[in-house]
């Protein structure tokens, strides 16, 4: 169950925040081969002071991505996901690819609850929830 995280320092309309959680969503679903049931998204929206990176300038628009996986993705599954959502953020919000950050966490599956109980472990074209 990946919890797909987003914090940005500008607001969204609801119908921008509609399409990019989809956007998310489907992508994730599409390189990591695996259902949607079990994918977590928060996008957060914070004050233009609140959120900081180092190499961008004051007033600058910027996106910080915590992307927590289980284990089991390639390093190619995980290069182009990032490359997707920088992308992403840079078309749909005009947040310059400089001024975003991702950080990678895996975790085995057990790692990741549901009621349903915890996820196994990662495996091609799996959907956990079916």
């Known amino acids: 169950m990946p919890h797909l995280q987003f914090d940005i320092n500008f607001t969204l309309k609801n119908q921008q925040r509609i399409r990019f959680i989809e956007f998310v969503k489907s992508k994730f679903s599409y390189i990591m081969k695996t259902g949607t049931s079990h994918i977590a998204i ?3 929206e914070h004050d233009i002071n609140n959120i900081n990176l180092g190499r961008a300038e004051k ?3 910027i996106c910080l991505m915590n992307l927590d996986i289980r284990k089991g993705r ?4 995980i290069e ?3 490359k997707t959502y920088i992308n992403a953020v ?3 919000f005009n947040v310059k690819t400089s001024n975003q950050y ?3 966490t895996t975790h085995e ?3 990741f609850q549901l009621i349903e109980g915890k996820l196994k472990n990662y495996e091609v074209g799996d959907d956990p929830l079916n």
């Open 80 to 82: 182009e996901l990032v």
């Open 90 to 92: 840079n078309e749909q």
């Open 42 to 44: 928060s996008l957060r």
């Open 102 to 104: 991702v950080t990678i």
């Open 59 to 61: 007033g600058d628009l």
């Open 109 to 111: 599956g057990e790692d």
């Open 74 to 77: 390639s390093k190619e599954q």
